[in-house]
């Protein structure tokens, strides 16, 4: 079975100052990792998804992510965030094969930048 | 842009009712899925559908129920609503795995 974990539940930063999501996962399979984002009241966003290739991802918002097979890692980056980047945001697996690519999703990190 | 549209924002029940709760794409997906999302919980499973009149049980379906009578639309039933049960649920369709989700904006269902 897959799993996801989120290392911080919360992470505060100050706006412009870099900032990353931690993320691992376990599979026993090969997978696909995507991050979502969550603004409040609202559904889920896609940020970014790695299937395979490149180990760096780039997606939405100046945010990118890297691939990290030999620890499991998919660790969310931005270089420099914005107020507008306050939201919750999901890490989520999803194993090759699977039919319909059901997700599993981590706790959630909730960003918060301040002024 | 694909639309998954979910019939209310909010909804207060009372303890014991029926609740339905609607889920509506437009894109022709294959899979839907319904999901509970709880404070420091994250999102977890319910149930979900490959296709018209099948289900399959996610994570948490106890007290639950789904039905599938038509491609677009996925519905979450809850039989006799209990407090417990008071969050916010997400439906999301796909094609395949590899594209990810689309979810819709979430009802946040309240029992009283």
């Known amino acids: 079975a897959q799993s996801v974990t989120q290392l911080d539940s919360q992470v505060p930063v100050f706006e412009e100052a870099p900032v990353e999501l931690r993320c691992n996962y376990s599979s026993s399979v090969s997978v696909y990792l995507f991050w979502y984002v969550q603004y409040p009241n609202q559904g889920l966003q896609l940020l970014l998804k790695?299937?395979?290739?490149?180990?760096l991802v780039k997606g939405i918002n100046g945010f990118e992510a890297e691939f990290n097979k030999s620890q499991t890692s998919f660790h969310l980056r931005k270089p420099s965030v914005h107020i507008s980047d306050t939201a919750e945001y999901f890490c989520a697996v999803s194993t090759w094969g699977n039919q319909g690519g059901k997700l599993i999703f981590g706790q959630g990190t909730e960003l918060s930048v301040k002024p | 842009d694909v639309k998954v549209t979910q019939s209310s924002r909010y909804l207060v029940k009372r303890t014991g009712e029926k609740v339905f709760l609607e889920c509506v794409q437009d894109m022709d997906h294959e899979n839907m899925f319904w999901y509970r999302q709880d404070p420091g919980l994250g999102l977890r499973l319910i149930y979900f559908?490959?296709?018209?009149?099948?289900?399959e049980k996610g994570d948490i379906p106890e007290g639950y129920s789904v039905s599938r009578e038509k491609k677009e639309r996925f519905s979450l039933i809850l039989e006799s609503a209990s407090t417990n049960q008071t969050s916010m649920y997400l439906c999301a369709s796909s094609w395949t795995g590899k594209k990810g989700y689309t979810f819709g904006s979430g009802t946040r269902l309240t029992v009283v």
């Open positions: 790695y299937l395979s290739g490149s180990t």
């Open positions: 559908s490959y296709d018209v009149k099948m289900k």
